[in-house]
């Protein structure tokens, strides 16, 4: 893969995130008790031996530097090659909004120029897999194309993957077209929104896009492209969980209980990478009583868990109830607290004797920091 | 220009030889600890939480997991450019190979290394112990007394005296008298083997104990007394709080334990003084509906199905169903199958627990440690 | 799941007597060259370029301004936080100490380090020569051939083939012989002492080397013999391009004086292959309205007011107003004071050269070694 | 000066810089070299002691961020303390051009809230100096003041320093007030724009600036409560060198070319630290003739160079005269090209044969890329 550069596109839809995404981009969400989305793509990269990687973020770019930093959990801090970030530029003689990330690729495209790579692989952060690129990038070199995109054929019963993109094959199984998924099937191709492009390809379709001034997006520049080019298709065949709804978010968290899907998540093609915290192990008190959860590092539990998600350093005393819950780091749960289908964010405190009750398909949220007390009580 | 500088020199060459098997493969200093830990964690961790950067490690038995361990520092941010943690084995020069004959020959072996660091004081501690200790007051007691020499103190049971480097002090903790193992001490402040030396001083008293044949160049047997002699100025700084030599497998299985007492002293918790140690990348641990988890420390990526009650799990242990695990200490890779119980014991590094196998027993209090091939009663 | 890994493992333990009093106090990779580097630069350079991060650096004799220069290798880019560069010193175990016999049994006593990396190839080099070669680009020859061993080797003067290993091939660059410093020669290509062989194979004949008392363990003499009795297929890599090994002084003046040719070679201004050394941040150089610079390379620090040609600067130099300077190479923190003339000579780390001295003679071919207390000719 | 947190300010003047920091801050103007103006300052602060700093951008965030990084060259890239940048936000819900400072230290209060230094060492980047922040600091505790001023004693015969901050006694020596010096004496009290801060007065000081809203400045907001506080000032006796215009841009340069001005401000109170390019040294060729210049590492040079200061990675042909002009880094300058009185910024081109001539008082400026070309040829 050392012929291949990465980019990693956050120009996400975050709006359909709530709460979640008001101070923090999707891919910096907090995920799977240790983890944030973007640790996914970026470890599937590094896993698969690529070691140059760009990433363009939107405008929230303070949580992606703090988490990013240098690359050195990813083995990315290096002299040559390593990890890029390309934030957007604000010129404040002429102040507009600019809409899509085209214009971001377009400014920093001596990165991609310059790069020694003759082909690029583009992902967005949203789609939660564990994937060796290794074999779809063998597939996308052999068949000659000039454009690959990895997908997965999903069944999807409860409309959860609305709004993602489909792809359709011919009757000879080749590809023909990409739309928007607004659930007339159950069973669909799912593009998982990463794509190999030849290098030379790539600058055509930037290059075209700009001077016609037909696309925001970059992904919108490619899809005006595909008739002029050979494109390639690779199935993936593991788990995908869309971060692209609360309500995704939440059920993929819940995912992670199942052991198969634990297994394929975090150790199929290598482990997942993150910001080390440095931990200690997880202690659990005399009237601990856990089921079913996922338990990170740093906490101290002597109350009953079960069916939850809990991230490092959470406080959960006794007398608490918690079930079908994620609890994000640094959390203080005080004692009898009843929780059931709500998500905490970083740091919130809940008194004690609170309860709080959402429902499977709308959590409550508590946002980050938030301070919780029974009213009529300081 | 800088406040004046101290370096910390680690003695790492313990080969620990009543741990059994748990030094076969590693030096004491590497033996793991508290669940996520080696012993030479927590001095390295209380140098960088003191601000020491330059820290040198004198290595000779078994260095290989030590030096794997250590790396280049960054886990305990002594990943420096200049200064930094550094590994010293033994050398050879024109005269051939030497090994350090003592505690004092292994600085004197490296003279040049410390003078390059050009110290105003030299901290010599040991890698064999468990505590928290903030080394910059010991250091603002050693610049308060004006002293040439500080050794940090601990009262120690009066029953236990003949078994540590007793010291008598007078009113103002000045060092009157040094006694090596006394049978019927008058003093129960016992050496902790930690030093602050002005180095110039130290540094003549090294190479005059170099030349001297009969010496057998140890700190406390040798350079302490002959400075004694001298009529230095000695000091005695008084630590309290944790501290523990786990010297035998009995009191390694104790010091374990003592984490999971409420009465636990060493809060490895607080997020001023984190202990830091080589992170694995490992996803948090799974607690499933079949499990019973009372009392118990675990690491990141076990999977627990069975009974845990005042156990101090390492990291990637599976427990499987309807096996017990009661006070006893799990190192890493451990697998207790299916019925299996295990009591009072330390398991040693990727053992297989084979169903039905019963270790130790609820109504002993003897200590077993098991590997692959042994159990040793202790 | 990453391409077939190779790591390297640099012999650098030679004492390199001929030097004389440039080895007095280093080892011979550590010694100064080119006007910024020390010898070593140029392999670790090579590996860091090549994508090899995973280093383990053989070290015996005198490692200690080696062991300084190396630091955690962040000048190479190799302070990775798993793998990178790695010092490997003789060390104790429960037979107590051993130092490396040769240069096979070095690699056999880190046979563990190597299995923990778990690499499908093992490049061996040496720290002793000056070259720039894509050790990548003999992987792909190794791999293409199928070998079992590669050796990279090099055209040499049919009147020096008795300084060398000499190897005979066929059409297809299979090596047919092995001659060890013939006298009379058939072929002129000579081993770099550099091979690349999977591990699994050469991890057994290390075994093997072993056990055989009469062995001297060595690659050249020992296991590379072996192989070919054994009928394994070993190949020979040609190398062209600049290749020194400066075991003379005669010969390491010459290396730096190429570097001031026309017909130099070794391009040190590559940015795609850049050299990396230990950074030591000083400001630029100075040549005063006096000074006459022709032909010179010049490194930081240096204070210049008297004549230079031809010659080498280290860092931190001052030469004098009035002083000359020419076909020489002067090391770090020299001083010439004025009026003084060096012709032809190796000046030493921090010799003051003082007024009015002279060293050599613009008409005499000797080349002076010039120390703070001894002058030798080579 | 463990108990001080530094803070620089990037909140600086940019208009009077032209085409000098069109992209950049003047932080980030290269100078003397090899170096970037905030070099000075972060090295100082380094140097000083201080291990935890605190970096405030303006708009300009790109070459910030490629500048500093994770602050490795200053030995700031820790866990804790270290290197900490600020960039504006941008809320784009309700879009508007903040102006000043001020409100960019209100969002980020947290960060010296929860730091345990108790002073803080508050500074702008573009004055230059090699100081040692203890003495000042010293003075300041001794002097029980709740804000300490460093200034410099100035004779400005040509009005070089308009605008900069004048300090004014009263007839016993006790600050008596701040202003703006209008070039009314020649000789002055020049403030130098650091500043320490009791945290307890900094608090106050911002926050009755943000509720009574008349400060957009902290400056400003300093200076409309100096009558409540006690205010000392302190003597800086090096060399200063205000970075606020192009012409003093150009002086500051020229003025190193002095060997006690070099003196001072590379090497009186430590080594200025900047992020390491790996350049080889500089080679000059068989037609170079080099006078009175100041040259960084990594030039090829054949031409003739006069009073001149060239930066890294320099290009210069032969037949070319360079005289009083600076050449930013890799600059490429071809045969027969007459320079005087011109800065190049970074990766100019000059093609053959072309003539530049500026004025001390107003040097030619060729911009960032820029290839200049005789008219008419390609």
């Not at chain 1, 290096?78 to 214009?103: A, M």
């Not at chain 2, 590693?26 to 830990?37: E, L, Q, S």
């Not at chain 2, 992170?279 to 948090?284: I, M, S, T, V």
Request: aromatic share 10%.
């Amino acid at each position: 893969m050392k012929n291949c550069l990465g980019i990693i596109n956050m120009s996400e839809n975050d709006s359909t995130m709530g709460a979640l995404t008001q101070n923090r981009p999707t891919a910096m969400l907090p995920i799977a008790g240790r983890y944030r989305v973007i640790d996914f793509v970026l470890s599937n990269m590094v896993n698969s031996g690529i070691t140059g990687i760009g990433v363009f973020t939107g405008n929230k770019v303070r949580s992606v530097m703090d988490h990013l930093g240098s690359g050195q959990p990813w083995d990315l801090d290096r002299k040559l090659n390593g990890l890029f970030v390309f934030t957007p530029t604000y010129d404040y003689h002429s102040i507009h909004r600019k809409i899509g990330d085209l214009e971001l690729f377009f400014e920093n495209n001596s990165f991609v120029k310059y790069a020694k790579q003759d082909y690029l692989l583009f992902s967005k952060s949203y789609m939660l897999a564990n994937i060796d690129y290794n074999e779809a990038f063998k597939a996308f070199l052999e068949s000659g194309a000039d454009i690959s995109i990895v997908y997965k054929k999903v069944k999807d019963k409860s409309n959860a993957f609305l709004g993602c993109d489909k792809i359709h094959f011919d009757d000879d199984g080749v590809f023909e077209s990409i739309g928007t998924n607004l659930g007339m099937d159950i069973e669909f191709n799912m593009s998982m929104e990463m794509y190999f492009i030849k290098k030379s390809v790539y600058f055509e379709i930037l290059y075209d896009a700009v001077e016609k001034g037909n696309a925001n997006y970059l992904k919108q520049a490619i899809f005006n492209n595909l008739d002029k080019y050979k494109v390639h298709t690779h199935e993936f065949k593991g788990h995908v969980f869309p971060i692209n709804t609360i309500k995704n978010y939440f059920n993929a968290n819940m995912g992670i209980l199942k052991s198969d899907i634990e297994k394929d998540l975090f150790f199929s093609n290598g482990h997942i990478l993150t910001k080390v915290k440095d931990e200690p192990s997880t202690y659990y008190k005399q009237n601990a009583k856990v089921k079913n959860s996922f338990v990170a590092n740093g906490c101290i539990i002597d109350g009953y868990v079960e069916n939850s998600i809990i991230f490092r350093g959470v406080k959960i005393d006794k007398g608490c109830i918690i079930r079908n819950s994620i609890v994000m780091q640094k959390s203080d749960i005080q004692e009898n607290v009843h929780l059931n289908y709500v998500i905490l964010d970083k740091r919130a405190k809940v008194s004690k004797g609170v309860t709080l009750i959402g429902d499977p398909s709308s959590p409550y949220i508590a946002s980050k920091k938030a301070t919780i007390t029974r009213e009529g009580e300081q | 220009m800088k406040e004046g500088k101290m370096i910390a020199m680690l003695l790492a060459g313990g080969q620990g030889s009543r741990l059994k098997l748990l030094t076969k493969d590693v030096a004491k200093p590497a033996v793991p600890f508290g669940g996520k830990y080696r012993i030479i964690d927590f001095p390295l961790s209380n140098c960088s939480n003191s601000n020491i950067f330059d820290v040198g490690i004198l290595t000779q038995y078994k260095p290989y997991q030590l030096n794997s361990h250590i790396g280049i520092g960054s886990s305990w941010d002594l990943d420096r450019p200049n200064g930094g943690v550094r590994v010293l084995p033994p050398y050879t020069n024109e005269q051939g190979g030497r090994w350090y004959k003592g505690t004092a020959n292994a600085i004197y072996e490296n003279l040049s290394f410390i003078d390059e660091l050009d110290p105003e004081f030299v901290l010599i501690l040991s890698g064999d112990h468990i505590y928290k200790m903030d080394y910059s007051v010991m250091l603002d007691f050693h610049l308060e007394k004006n002293a040439d020499v500080t050794v940090s103190v601990i009262e120690v049971p009066w029953e236990e005296t003949n078994r540590f480097g007793i010291l008598k002090i007078d009113a103002d903790q000045l060092i009157t008298e040094f006694l090596e193992k006394p049978k019927n001490a008058t003093s129960n402040l016992a050496s902790m083997g930690i030093y602050i030396f002005n180095w110039k001083s130290l540094r003549d008293y090294l190479i005059a104990d170099e030349k001297n044949p009969d010496s057998e160049n140890d700190f406390g047997k040798n350079i302490i007394p002959n400075m004694t002699v001298d009529g230095k100025k000695m000091y005695a700084y008084k630590f309290q709080g944790y501290w523990k030599d786990v010297g035998t497998i009995k009191s390694y299985w104790e010091a374990n334990m003592d984490l999971l007492s409420d009465e636990n002293t060493l809060d490895l918790y607080d997020r001023t003084w984190k202990i830091y140690s080589k992170n694995k990348h490992l996803p948090p641990h799974y607690i499933s509906a079949d499990a019973h988890v009372k009392n118990s420390m675990i690491n990141e990526g076990c999977v627990i199905n069975g009974t845990l009650e005042n156990a101090m799990l390492f990291n990637e242990i599976h427990i499987e169903k309807n096996a017990v695990v009661k006070n006893s200490v799990i190192l890493s890779g451990v697998v207790v199958e299916e019925g299996a119980s295990v009591y009072n014991a330390v398991i040693m590094e990727n053992v297989v627990v084979e169903s039905g196998t019963k270790i130790g027993s609820p109504d002993s209090e003897e200590v077993y440690l098991v590997s692959s091939t042994n159990i040793i009663k202790s």
